[in-house]
């Protein structure tokens, strides 16, 4: 299968080996011609996935046009890059491609809407989208660690595709219709891995870190299924399963930012000092923006944000949310069925 990576992070040099290895007919392409030439000739980027080589077979380029024919395009740039790569694309695609997201957040240029909703409107909804996401850090997957994802698609012809291709003895690929339960699981679970990461940094211990994981998979069920998505999705791969290996990892930047800024330094300072994008960091701003005139109580996120972008004391904020109002733990509305 002819197949076209565009995005030659961490992600794209990963999943990019991978599927070279499952036998497909791989491209890369990069927007930056010295990383482009770096990985022509050494065949790794030692600083972003040391010891992770691509294939002698694929093939490296500068030029977008080389999605044009392929019969599956990825898409693995940051959340921020994505709709500018999108509309590079746009020329080179046709109805019988299939566009698959590695890319996980929001897109701030367009309301903060889901990425795969951004695509859809690029792409004029004729290209099949399929979300690729769940507990997978790039440095595990290019080393081949058993890994378990999620091809999430309202078309199940193209998620199972994607599944077909992506698939081998240690990596795993499930299918779902919940596209949108699926993204957000993986763009919410950064702000919950920054919380982790800060508590942490604080010296606080892993009862607090219990805590606000147990808690955010709620605050991120609850937004998810107010933006449309299943409930039962936030308890798979792309929920709970992302959280989990984005808050106790020590691949997660998100984490380490966290730990930074738990430890004293500023946000800026910690995203300064981790290096790359730290998708956590928008997510928080994002769910801010996307939930300021809806009443949907998502009190780490708010914490997050209040942390991150109006200078809250991290004291102030932990007070703040230990003291809230007394509450079940279960949704009202799924508690229907218990008489007390």
Same mark, same amino acid.
């Given at each position: 299968m002819k197949i076209s990576m565009i995005g030659s992070g961490s992600w794209g040099i990963a999943a990019t080996k991978m599927l070279s290895e499952n036998g497909h007919d791989l491209t890369l392409w990069s927007f !930056?011609?010295?990383?482009?030439?770096?990985?022509?000739t050494e065949r790794e980027n030692p600083a972003l996935l040391p010891g992770i080589r691509l294939p002698d077979t694929v093939r490296v380029t500068t030029d977008i046009a080389c999605a044009q024919g392929a019969e599956i395009v990825v898409i693995? #740039?940051? %959340?921020?890059a994505v709709f500018e790569t999108a509309q590079k694309l746009r020329p080179y695609l046709n109805k019988k491609q299939v566009v698959v997201l590695l890319s996980k957040g929001f897109d701030k240029? /367009?309301?903060? /809407?889901?990425? /795969? !909703?951004?695509?859809?409107?690029?792409?004029?909804?004729?290209?099949? &989208?399929?979300?690729? +996401?769940g507990p997978s850090h790039a440095e595990e997957v290019g080393r081949g660690v058993p890994t378990a994802v999620v091809a999430a698609s309202m078309n199940q012809a193209a998620a199972e595709l994607v599944q077909t291709a992506?698939?081998?003895?240690?990596?795993?690929?499930y299918t779902t219709p919940d596209i949108v339960g699926a993204e957000l699981g993986g763009a919410l679970k950064n702000i919950m891995a920054l919380a982790v990461g800060i508590s942490d940094g604080a010296g606080y211990g892993d009862n607090t870190k219990a805590m606000l994981m #147990?808690?955010? *998979? +709620?605050?991120?069920?609850?937004?998810g299924v107010a933006l449309g998505g299943r409930p039962e999705t936030f308890t798979g791969l792309s929920g709970i399963g992302d959280l989990i290996v984005t808050c106790i990892s020590q691949h997660s930047r998100n984490r380490r930012a966290g730990l930074l800024i738990g430890g004293g330094l500023s946000p800026e300072e910690a995203i300064q000092q981790v290096g790359a994008v730290v998708e956590g960091y928008f997510a928080a701003q994002a769910v801010h923006e996307l939930t300021r005139d809806k009443e *949907?109580?998502?009190? *780490?996120?708010?914490?997050? @944000?209040?942390?991150? @972008?109006?200078?809250? /004391?991290?004291?102030? #904020?932990?007070?703040?949310?230990? +003291?809230? !109002?007394?509450?079940?733990? *279960?949704?009202? %509305?799924?508690?229907?069925? &218990?008489?007390w």
């Open positions: !930056d011609e010295k990383e482009a030439a770096l990985l022509q693995a #740039t940051p %959340s921020f240029n /367009s309301g903060y /809407s889901l990425l /795969s !909703d951004l695509l859809e409107r690029v792409f004029l909804g004729e290209v099949p &989208i399929v979300a690729l +996401t992506f698939m081998n003895p240690v990596f795993r690929v #147990t808690r955010g *998979i +709620t605050e991120m069920a609850r937004l *949907i109580e998502l009190p *780490i996120c708010q914490a997050v @944000y209040q942390l991150l @972008y109006e200078g809250a /004391s991290l004291e102030d #904020t932990v007070h703040q949310l230990m +003291t809230r !109002d007394k509450k079940r733990e *279960i949704e009202e %509305s799924w508690m229907q069925h &218990i008489n």
